[in-house]
């Protein structure tokens, strides 16, 4: 157990609806990473928040969006889903804001599957 | 831009033999360079990393990986293969300094298959 949470583990939905996907990091780490893994794309990083700000961002579509709120959680949103969205969402955490040398710890993933 | 390439999507190793998963990298700059392992309906898991000093990096379960910056790669390799070991299996690079901060970018990963 890496102590990175997520939930839910599972989502079903429809195209053209929207979820949010939760995430809490390890006690005391102040960096959220969010990564999509699918079978088409691999493992693709998405973006990243430092202490409540946007620090890094990736090939994120402009439907999605992210934040990390003062506790240190974090919620991915995604809208206006397609079929193609479908893939396993993975949330990382680590202690400081990436430009150093420390581990990031990945949660158990969130499985969204779009009919 | 940075990448990495796991040239082998899977790999066959006998119980008890040694194993090597292979991974090449590209950065500009000094590499920091992971290993992760995959199991089924699990997340991620670090196994080790490399950040500078000596090129042969010890990590859990046994194993170890070797940084050769010449050739850039960072193949991850176990002297005894466990069944258990089989599962999916990441290299990661993320590059020292610049503006990407914690950004990895992933290998495609390797599929390892113990037999008994």
């Known amino acids: 157990d890496s102590g990175v949470t997520q939930t839910p583990k599972h989502l079903i939905t429809a195209t053209g609806q929207r979820v949010t996907l939760r995430c809490s990091p390890r006690?005391?780490?102040?960096?959220v990473y969010w990564y999509q893994q699918s079978l088409d794309q691999g493992l693709q990083f998405l973006i990243q928040?430092?202490?409540?700000?946007?620090?890094a961002k990736g090939n994120i579509l402009e439907r999605f969006s992210a934040q990390q709120f003062p506790d240190l959680h974090s919620e991915l949103n995604l809208s206006s889903l397609e079929l193609g969205d479908s893939a396993l969402y993975f949330c990382?955490?680590?202690?400081?804001?990436?430009?150093?040398?420390?581990?990031?710890?990945f949660g158990p993933g969130t499985r969204l599957t779009v009919l | 831009a940075q990448s990495v390439a796991q040239p082998e999507d899977q790999v066959n190793v006998a119980e008890g033999n040694p194993l090597t998963v292979k991974c090449t990298y590209s950065?500009?700059?000094?590499?920091?360079l992971f290993w992760y392992v995959q199991y089924p309906n699990r997340g991620l898991q670090f196994l080790l990393k490399?950040?500078?000093?000596?090129?042969l990096v010890k990590g859990s379960y046994g194993f170890e990986a070797e940084f050769n910056k010449s050739q850039t790669s960072f193949h991850l390799k176990k002297p005894s293969a466990l069944v258990s070991d089989s599962a999916l299996y990441f290299c990661?690079?993320?590059?020292?300094?610049?503006?990407?901060?914690?950004?990895?970018?992933f290998g495609q990963g390797t599929i390892l298959t113990v037999h008994p």
């Open positions: 990382a955490s680590s202690v400081t804001s990436g430009r150093s040398t420390d581990t990031q710890y």
């Open positions: 006690s005391g780490d102040l960096s």
């Open positions: 928040y430092y202490n409540g700000e946007e620090r």
């Open positions: 950065v500009s700059g000094n590499p920091y």
């Open positions: 490399y950040i500078t000093g000596d090129n």
């Open positions: 990661a690079v993320r590059a020292a300094g610049g503006t990407s901060y914690g950004k990895l970018t």
